[in-house]
Nanobody, 115 residues
Framework: QVQLAESGGGLVQPGGSLRLSCAAS????????MGWYRQSPGKQRELVAT???????TYTNSVKGRFTISRDNAKNTVYLQMINLKPEDTAVYYC?????????WGQGTQVTVSS
């Protein structure tokens, strides 16, 4: 089993920045890709960014150039640096990890972008 613990959400003004962290524990040797989804009220969960074990990132189009995903394998932690935040980025952000037989999810952290 893998446990994921997110931190770093909060309230920020448009144009501001936040960094989310997700620390993995448990059977971390089994983890392959990690990343972030987000979900806004009334919308489907959206894949935001993914990073492979080797460090190769992918992003959804709406966050390219503003969000950066990174991974510290020594700390078993994945980060999501978010700059130039927009009101439409408001959502609960969920960390996930891909295991050999199942995916794992964090509890979510709220990001609110508002003036």
């Amino acid at each position: 089993q893998v446990q994921l613990a997110e931190s770093g959400g909060g309230l920020v003004q448009p144009g501001g920045s936040l960094r989310l962290s997700c620390a993995a524990s448990g059977s971390i040797w089994s983890i392959n890709a990690m990343g972030w989804y987000r979900q806004s009220p009334g919308k489907q969960r959206e894949l935001v960014a993914t990073i492979t074990r080797a460090g190769s990132p992918t992003y959804t189009n709406s966050v390219k150039g503003r969000f950066t995903i990174s991974r510290d394998n020594a700390k078993n932690t994945v980060y999501l640096q978010m700059i130039n935040l927009k009101p439409e980025d408001t959502a609960v952000y969920y960390c996930y990890a891909v295991g050999p037989q199942k995916n794992y999810w964090g509890q979510g952290t709220q990001v609110t972008v508002s003036s």
